[in-house]
Nanobody
Framework: QVQLVESGGGLVQPGGSLRLSCAAS????????MGWYRQAPGKERELVAH???????YYTDSVKGRFTISRDNSKNTLYLEMNSLKPADTAVYYC?????????WGQGTQVTVSS
C-alpha cells in the first residue's frame, strides 16, 4: 500500500520560510517522478515543482528563485524549501508520485502566508 505523508505546513508571515517534507512508503521511491502541487481556495490544483528519478527539476514560473525541490532516495523523502513566501503561495500543498500510469497523492498540508 502506497502512502505519501506530507508535513511542515503552517502559518508564516510574508517573506518567511517553510520546509515541506513528504515521507513515502510502499513504492520504489527512487524510480518515481516526485512532485509538489498546490491548490488554493476556488482554484484548480497546479504543479509547483517536480524532480525526476535522474534529478531533472522543473519549477513553475511563479516560484522560480524562491522554492527548492529535493529528494533523498535513501530516506524515501521529498522536500520543498520555500523562501520569500507571499500571500499568493497560500494553498494546500500535495505530494505526488508518478510513474507510467500510476499516480499517488498525499493528503496535503496547509500553507498560509499572512501577516
Amino acid at each position: 500500500q502506497v502512502q505519501l505523508v506530507e508535513s511542515g505546513g503552517g502559518l508564516v508571515q510574508p517573506g518567511g520560510s517553510l520546509r515541506l517534507s513528504c515521507a513515502a512508503s510502499g513504492l520504489t521511491f527512487g524510480t518515481y517522478l516526485m512532485g509538489w502541487y498546490r491548490q488554493a481556495p476556488g482554484k484548480e490544483r497546479e504543479l509547483v515543482a517536480h524532480i525526476s528519478s535522474g534529478g531533472y527539476i522543473y519549477y513553475t514560473d511563479s516560484v522560480k528563485g524562491r522554492f527548492t525541490i529535493s529528494r533523498d532516495n535513501s530516506k524515501n523523502t521529498l522536500y520543498l524549501e520555500m523562501n520569500s513566501l507571499k500571500p499568493a503561495d497560500t494553498a494546500v500543498y500535495y505530494c505526488n508520485a508518478h510513474k507510467l500510469t500510476q499516480y499517488f497523492w498525499g493528503q496535503g498540508t496547509q500553507v498560509t502566508v499572512s501577516s
